[in-house]
């Protein structure tokens, strides 16, 4: 009776991982969240709406990263800190996370580019680039090489009979 007591406490403890992991993971927050939706406090909503998110985003990254993870014996002990970290009221470790971590992409979105296509450029994307343009011409040919195509621009525009005003900061430039 002595030895198999002490070989269950073996088998429980070798594998407490495994035991807890769902308990901490899914059982306690179900419970909670099922409380929490019974209740009117927005507070704890946003707590377990929160910890839902988290707790998705680590299955996407276990299942997308399966093969890596297997390879990690610790995985399965350090999922089970972070997981009570995250579902513990007292740390607030889902809020912390979210507030810290995902709401920052959520509220001020930035395109992150996981593809290296090397793009052609748009000279002509934002106002700046003219300017730039200009002076890198410039820069490349001098600017004799540049003011033959503004006189170029304003011998074709005369024919037109039309003229272009554009603005520089405190500066207004007409060519005809």
């Not at 406090?41 to 990263?65: A, G, N, R």
């Not at 001020?108 to 106002?127: G, L, Q």
């Not at 410039?138 to 525009?157: L, M, V, Y």
Request: proline letters at 6%; a neutral charge.
């Amino acid at each position: 009776m002595g030895s198999g007591t002490g070989n269950f406490l073996k088998v429980v403890l070798k594998n407490f991982d495994v035991i807890a992991g769902p308990v901490v993971s899914l059982v306690y927050p179900l419970y909670a969240s099922i409380r929490a939706i019974e209740t009117k406090s927005p507070i704890d909503d946003q707590q377990w709406l929160t910890y839902w998110v988290l707790y998705s985003m680590i299955t996407l990254f276990e299942l997308t990263f399966a093969k890596v993870i297997e390879w990690l014996p610790f995985w399965s002990y350090a999922k089970l800190i972070a997981t009570c970290w995250l579902v513990i009221p007292y740390f607030s470790g889902a809020a912390y996370v979210y507030e810290h971590f995902v709401r920052p992409f959520i509220v001020n979105p930035r395109t992150i580019n996981i593809w290296y296509v090397p793009r052609k450029k748009d000279t002509f994307n934002k106002p700046d680039d003219i300017i730039t343009a200009a002076e890198k011409y410039i820069e490349e040919h001098g600017p004799d090489a540049f003011e033959n195509i503004i006189n170029r621009a304003g011998k074709e525009s005369k024919s037109s009979s039309s003229s272009h005003t554009f603005f520089e900061e405190n500066h207004r430039y007409r060519y005809y």
